[in-house]
């Protein structure tokens, strides 16, 4: 039997990793009408549990240095946003329109790149940032109608809070921070951050709304390994484009589990935005 390669393991892991992200939002919405910051609180608290273990058992410790501290918080807190924007999105809309609009955080990340890290985004990554707001603008849909346009502008918001996660994650690695570490730092600051809320506001859950909530949080674990290893195997550029399938696995499952349908604009949207990443991949393959 011919030996698998490092970048086919990788999309293996990445699209594991998507099916993962889609199941969580999906036990999300399932676990029914709880505070967005409970949902947030159990899911982090699982997945800093798994996060522990794994430093554990690969003897990577709790170790960090007081000169990345900056970007632990700054991981930790739009992390955190993102999530609470996430779940929020994932409660109000279609579970695929909130998977697409937190797919933005790519887009975001390069936004905060040039902020923050000072790289400087080429012509074809500025005219890629554009489109895919014009594609997310068919997926939120403006209105004057707050109830219907306040969790689409939300769940862009998480797509933000994503992207600037995923650039202080990255500055993190290019200082050698393991992945395990970071998963932890942020899970635990999550933890810490949504627990007095609950202690003063806690909504009483049912044993299968508990259930659903290890549950996300299991897949929350499996999605953020699964995407560390993939990212380990090859690099973004090659297999980026392949973290989109969390979208037709969230169309999928909103569809069987819910009766969720897109419309046609969600749908517009949808060709827009994976179009701009497709194309992205293209051009990033070239050089």
Do not use: W
Request: with cysteine.
């Amino acid at each position: 039997m011919k030996k698998i390669g490092k970048k086919q393991k990788a999309i293996i892991y990445i699209i594991t990793s998507a099916f993962c992200f889609a199941l969580m939002n999906c036990f999300v919405r399932l676990s029914g009408d709880l505070p967005t910051v409970q949902k947030s609180f159990f899911r982090n608290f699982i997945a800093a549990l798994m996060a522990f273990m794994l430093m554990i058992k690969s003897g990577t410790g709790f170790g960090y240095k007081m000169k990345d501290m900056p970007l632990y918080l700054i991981r930790s807190v739009m992390g955190t946003i993102g999530i609470l924007c996430n779940f929020y999105a994932v409660d109000h809309l279609n579970v695929s329109d909130a998977s697409m609009l937190n797919k933005l955080s790519p887009f975001f990340a390069i936004i905060f790149s040039f902020i923050f890290l000072r790289e400087k985004p080429k012509l074809v990554q500025g005219i890629g940032v554009i489109t895919a707001f014009i594609g997310s603008l068919f997926i939120i849909k403006p209105s004057m109608e707050l109830s219907a346009f306040l969790p689409a502008l939300v769940g862009l918001a998480g797509g933000m809070g994503a992207g600037g996660a995923y650039t202080a994650v990255r500055a993190l690695g290019s200082r050698g921070v393991k992945g395990p570490l970071i998963v932890f730092f942020f899970s635990a600051f999550s933890c810490l951050f949504t627990l007095p809320f609950i202690l003063f506001d806690y909504s009483p859950m049912t044993g299968i709304q508990l259930l659903f909530l290890i549950l996300a949080g299991i897949a929350a674990a499996g999605g953020q390994f699964t995407i560390t290893a993939a990212y380990s195997n090859a690099p973004a550029k090659e297999i980026s484009v392949f973290d989109y399938f969390q979208v037709v696995f969230a169309a999928a499952l909103g569809f069987f589990l819910f009766d969720q349908i897109p419309d046609i604009y969600s749908v517009i949207g949808y060709v827009i935005i994976c179009g701009t990443a497709v194309a992205a991949f293209l051009y990033n393959g070239r050089e």
